[in-house]
């Protein structure tokens, strides 16, 4: 029964969603209020109801209701009940269903928060919101239904079960936070074709839409960096980013999305750029859902592929009618758009702020041009080209290397215009320490990308150290307070500033540990028990292997003893060999699966894989990695949140004047 | 030249060189792992392409041996359509490289062998199959 | 048959809730004066950010004296008109 009433549901926010459209389009034409907040129920209608059809599915799914298709495909009857509930995303399904759930979270919020001091836009974002609703509304219901039931002719004892890849804590959160990235920017896409449909944009809307931005970009970010860390210790080939085109999809709505929270301080600032700010979020936007596309269509074949469907014409199609309309309201309100003023300098933070934007933009562009060059290539040539990660390395780290170094330069311009003699004057410490940087990498016998990124490191680091210096000191001096306290308050009444500031240390130290991926090493071999093996200046010695049946697999543990070249003993990794499903009386059901161990460093990582064992000759083969500096990456993470945490965090109503 | 211009002018240069950096990059590529041809069995066969190329198809039952003295190594038939292919591959095996397995492997094709040096095998396909099927169930496992 | 009566029930609900304004005999009003005082006092607010900042930037030397003197002259012309059509309201 309860089924049916999941598909009721999601029949009924069909309607309102259409309802809402209607209701509030007579009464943008009549002006009749009671129309507008008709329209306003209906819309908190169709997520409320989005919500209860979401909730029935997880209720399918957590009472394993194999009635119910996706509930039989995506778990099982020994599924832990955690990774019950994480199946509403894991299938294609559900997944579309948990996009609609979370944007009519992001609907009610944004709905409720904003409709007194938004009220002339209001109706606008409400359809704009409603119409993304209903696309999703379409899919779930015609195309990807969640709550079709099991197509079979006998009693379903048990499900398929959830991918034990997909079985990681990481996984538990890593989607739901790119979602909450991906779909976010359809609140600021709707404040912006309200904004230019109603042509009004006052100081109000700039505030509103950036808070958004700034968290829907957050979310997006440690979406993409919990994506990396799940990869690196679960999928087993050592690294953390491959430029899969799944990856991809997530990353390009990051890049604009970083361009994007630039510019728009510019309007805020000087009331200017709306054309740019609005083009940016359009693409921002559409790229969001082109991404939704991706991972979805099957169009690509990606490593961590999901199905291949009929969703994908469908998908274009809405990316095409998005760009069609956005772009014709913003060709038509131009002239409301236009703000007749321009950059006063070259050498000022709004001109800053725009080179940066265009390597961003262009940068985001390499990336779709190289993850959709195999579809480019079939069409023109008829061959098909496949893309591979060196590709999107050789034209991604010359740019990343540009706006690197602009984040050095960025925070030394001030607004309006710099003279040259403070621009030399805030330049010489960090340049010179830079050059000295290069200079001793040099004599290390380093050359090319690896000198230059660390040397830019320094430069950059250096650049936000002095910033920090320096307010510091003059709050120490001017108010008497010591350093902690200056610190503290510095921090506290310019948290925008340096916050970003903050942001910025952490992408430093990001491209500190991208850049150790040069030095990785590896070696695969061969041990029985009591044998040994070196990997640069470490030893590795097989303990023992051990065997364990645990409630869902069944392992071979390794201990492999791991020592420094004086013969310390560091650690014992235990990397494991399982086999899922191994009570299965089909062997194709059974599904080895390589547990990892990884000992970390500060400055390196060691990275073991039990590859397989060889029962009767009694020899473990193993792959072991040494990757330098790869903690540096989940450091700068860390860094990187705290910083967006900074600037979000509200500041306390002023009281000027 | 007006101030306004120079900046657009400025802007649109660094825009057209990293575009010209772009098309560079995709026509002398650097490694030539970077782009590779993807074609079927049949047009590998056919042409005797010598090139790197990756191909997809699925591995023969039956014919996966490990080589008896590294453990790394191994021979397979790769099976895209009528077309059979023989493979020889060394390094980490996949956790899901096992016979009627789903693949692409990226190689040089060489004296009637396929020297592969990636391999890679499309993920979780089972777990979108076909639950009239009753094989797919594991009720052995319902035990718990 | 319990779960199509609860449906029944939130089906109704819903449609009374969206409906009953439109049943008004009168067309309502809704303020809206407040939101544009309000995105002025927005506006001040940023430029009197702005105003802080700079006299930050200037104070750990990032800005000449001239420039600092145009730039915070310019923001303060702009205060003075977003002031004056405060005080009209």
């Known amino acids: 029964m309860i089924p049916v009433i999941g598909g009721l549901a999601l029949n ?9 459209i209607i209701l509030l389009s007579f009464h943008l034409r009549t002006g009749d209020n009671r129309l507008y907040l008709s329209g306003q129920r209906a819309a908190l209608a169709v997520s409320l109801v989005s919500f209860f059809a979401t909730f029935v599915l997880a209720q399918l799914l957590l009472s394993s209701n194999f009635d119910v298709d996706y509930v039989a495909h ?33 609907g009610v919020v944004a709905i409720l928060q904003n409709r007194r001091s938004q009220q002339k836009l209001m109706p606008w974002i409400m359809i704009v919101i409603a119409t993304v609703q209903l696309f999703f509304l ?3 219901n015609f195309v990807s239904n969640p709550f079709v039931p099991t197509d079979a002719d006998f009693i379903l004892a048990n499900g398929l079960g959830l991918n034990p890849l997909l079985q990681n804590a990481t996984m538990v959160i890593h989607p739901p936070l790119l979602y909450l990235g991906y779909v976010g920017f359809t609140i600021p896409f709707a404040f912006s074709i309200a904004a230019m449909a109603q042509q009004e944009m006052n100081a109000l809307w700039i505030k509103t839409i950036r808070t958004w931005i700034l968290f829907v970009w957050l979310m997006l970010g440690i979406g993409i960096i919990l994506g990396g860390w799940w990869a690196y210790q679960e999928l087993g080939w050592g690294g953390y980013w491959a430029w899969d085109p799944v990856e991809n999809a997530s990353f390009m709505p990051w890049l604009t999305g970083t361009a994007l929270l630039h510019s728009i301080m510019i309007q805020e600032k000087r009331n200017m750029l709306k054309v740019w700010n609005m083009t940016l979020i359009i693409i921002t936007f559409t790229l969001c859902i082109f991404g939704t596309f991706l991972t979805r269509s099957g169009i690509m074949s990606s490593v961590h592929s999901f199905s291949a469907s009929s969703v994908g014409p469908i998908f274009l199609g809405f990316v095409f009618l998005i760009l069609i309309v956005s772009f014709s309201l913003l060709f038509y309100r131009r002239a409301f758009l236009y703000s007749g003023k321009r950059i006063e300098s070259f050498s000022s933070r709004e001109s800053g702020f725009l080179f940066n934007n265009v390597i961003f933009v262009v940068m985001c562009f390499a990336v779709f041009w190289g993850t959709l060059f195999p579809v480019i290539s079939e069409a023109i040539r008829g061959t098909k080209i496949t893309v591979g990660a060196p590709f999107f390395d050789q034209i991604n780290i010359p740019i990343g290397l540009l706006l690197l170094l602009l984040t050095g330069v960025g925070p030394l311009l001030v607004w309006r215009r710099t003279s040259k003699q403070c621009a030399i004057r805030n330049f010489t410490i960090p340049v010179t320490v830079g ?22 490191s320094s430069f950059v680091l250096t650049t936000i150290i002095i910033e920090f210096a320096k307010g510091i000191r003059s709050r120490m001096r001017s108010q008497h307070e010591n350093m902690l306290i200056a610190f503290w308050r510095l921090m506290r009444k310019n948290r925008s500033r340096y916050g970003g500031y903050i942001v910025h240390i952490g992408i430093v130290l990001m491209f500190v540990g991208f850049t150790g991926h040069a030095f990785d090493s590896e070696k695969e071999f061969g041990l029985k028990v009591g044998e040994k093996e070196h990997l640069n200046n470490y030893q590795f010695e097989l303990l023992r292997i051990s065997e364990q049946e645990r ?22 990794l235990q990397p494991e060999k399982r086999i899922y499903f191994f009570r299965s009386p089909d062997p194709d059901r059974r599904q080895p699966h390589s547990e990892l161990d990884i000992y970390n460093f500060l400055n390196s990582d060691i990275y073991s894989i039990f590859n397989g064992i060889d029962t009767d000759k009694g020899v473990a083969y193993f792959k072991i990695m040494i990757n330098p500096l790869v903690s540096w990456v989940w450091i700068g993470g860390y860094i990187f949140v705290l910083g967006t945490l900074i600037s979000l965090y509200p500041s306390r109503k002023e009281t000027v004047i | 030249m007006e101030s306004k211009n120079k900046f657009y002018f400025a802007i649109t240069i660094i825009a057209l060189v990293v575009v010209f950096w772009i098309w560079y990059a995709s026509t002398n590529p650097n490694s030539e792992q970077a782009l590779v041809t993807f074609l079927s069995v049949e047009e590998l066969i056919d042409d005797g392409f010598s090139d790197r190329v990756r191909l997809g198809g699925v591995v023969e039952d039956g014919s996966i041996q490990v080589d008896e003295n590294n453990y790394m190594t191994c021979q397979f038939e790769l099976k895209e359509g009528d077309y059979l292919l023989p493979v020889e591959y060394t390094g980490v095996r996949p956790d899901l490289f096992k016979d009627g397995a789903e693949i692409i492997i990226e190689g040089i094709y060489r004296d009637g062998v396929f020297k592969a ?11 979108e199959g076909d639950l009239r099927d009753a094989n797919n169930y594991n009720l052995g496992e319902v035990s718990i | 048959m319990i779960g199509s009566i609860v449906f029944l029930i939130i089906f109704i609900l819903v449609i009374v809730y969206i409906i009953q304004p439109m049943l008004l005999e009168k067309d309502i009003t809704i303020e809206n004066t407040q939101s544009t005082t309000e995105s002025f006092l927005q506006r001040k607010k940023i430029l009197y950010k702005q105003i802080k900042e700079l ?8 800005v000449l004296e001239q420039d600092y003197i145009n730039t915070r002259n310019d923001l303060k012309r702009e205060v003075s008109e977003v002031l004056s059509v405060l005080n009209k309201k």
């Not at chain 1, 009924?12 to 309802?19: C, R, T």
């Not at chain 2, 040096?117 to 777990?127: E, G, M, V």
């Open chain 1, 551 to 572: 409630p869902n697999h069944y392992a071979w543990i390794a201990d492999l003893r791991l020592q420094d070249s004086e013969g310390k003993t560091i650690t014992i």
């Open chain 1, 12 to 20: 009924l926010a069909l309607g309102l969603s259409i309802i809402t």
């Open chain 1, 138 to 140: 379409i899919l779930v």
């Open chain 1, 435 to 456: 050059l000295v940087t290069a200079l001793i990498l040099f004599l290390l016998k380093m050359r090319g990308y690896v000198l230059i990124s660390f040397s830019l």
């Open chain 3, 55 to 62: 006299d930050m930037d200037y104070q750990l030397g990032n």
């Open chain 1, 74 to 106: 995506y778990t099982s009857l020994e599924t832990p009940t955690i990774y019950k509930l994480t199946a509403l995303w894991a299938g294609q399904a559900g997944s579309l269903l948990f996009w609609l759930f979370i944007l009519s979270i992001y």
């Open chain 2, 117 to 127: 040096d990636i391999l890679q095998t499309k993920c979780a396909s089972k777990y």
